[in-house]
């Protein structure tokens, strides 16, 4: 696990600050789509995923279709109908439905998070080409990291780039790291998932 950890951390070279204040971003663009590298860790077994993520904020639904398991579980989809109040899995064509419960999330940094400021820039010793991001942490019943790209002068809206969280009651990890993240839908991002139509 700390492997995975310090091999996210090499990904980026820090090329310095970019600025002294903390964007406090509270939602990322309101539709958005990118693929996401999930890496799972429970005492019993370890899940690691790549998965093509859809989020729109309007239409109230994620979607999170599994393209690639690095330790052969079977794909997945889940679509999350908030408006319906419906989650949809998919698992081998065989799908299940369930009520959704809680409120369809922003994906902004949590509330108690606090600020590993400064705000740097990183990625590339080039000037123009890496990207602004800031770091929290949360260190309650367990700990947690969050890394996002603050989008415009204010930073009230992000784009999440990594998501830590260790817990010890149950004992795990979640990592998630985002890329290719864009605005940008594409033309099928919320059909019902394989077998639930």
Not at 29 to 52: C, D, K, M, N, Q
Not at 161 to 174: C, F, M, Q, R, V
Request: aromatic share 10%.
């Amino acid at each position: 696990m700390i492997l995975a950890l310090v091999v996210v951390a090499a990904l980026f070279i820090n090329t310095g600050t970019a600025q002294p204040d903390e964007p406090r971003c509270r939602e990322t663009p309101e539709t958005w789509s990118g693929y996401l590298y999930i890496i799972s860790v429970r005492s019993t077994e370890a899940r690691f995923t790549i998965s093509l993520g859809s989020y729109s904020r309007t239409a109230q639904k994620i979607k999170i279709t599994d393209v690639k398991s690095m330790t052969n579980e079977p794909l997945r989809t889940v679509l999350e109908d908030y408006e319906k109040r419906i989650r949809y899995t998919s698992v081998s064509g065989s799908c299940r439905n369930e009520t959704l419960e809680g409120e369809f999330p922003s994906y902004g940094v949590p509330e108690d998070a606090h600020f590993d400021g400064p705000v740097e820039t990183l990625g590339a010793k080039i000037a123009g080409l890496g990207v602004t991001v800031a770091h929290y942490t949360i260190a309650e019943r367990g700990f947690s990291y969050y890394t996002y790209h603050p989008l415009g002068d204010e930073g009230t809206q992000c784009i999440p780039i990594t998501n830590s969280i260790a817990t010890l009651e149950p004992l795990g990890e979640d990592i998630i790291q985002y890329a290719n993240v864009t605005t940008v839908l594409p033309t099928d991002a919320f059909s019902l998932p394989p077998g639930c139509g």
